[in-house]
């Protein structure tokens, strides 16, 4: 006859072979809520991709260069008119 302690070693047993199996069906049903989340939150946000922040930076330069060129002149010009 079994005691108390053979019972519950023995559930103990059954019970630990569903556990890894509930644990990885946690888990996994963890990680595609949080993707879904952070998909969702991402999906939200006003992002551009690395090729497009790189090109708009590069008209912002040249628009930069364009301002200053116009800037010497205007006040090239200037400096002659007050000569003048």
Known sequence: MKGPQDFFSQLQGQ?????????????????AQARATVMSVLSRLE?????????QQAVLMKTREKVEALEKRVEALESRLSDA
């Open 15 to 31: 019970f630990g072979q569903f556990v890894p199996d509930m644990a990885r069906a946690a888990r996994e049903d963890f990680e």
């Open 47 to 55: 992002l551009v991709s690395r090729e497009e922040f790189d090109a």
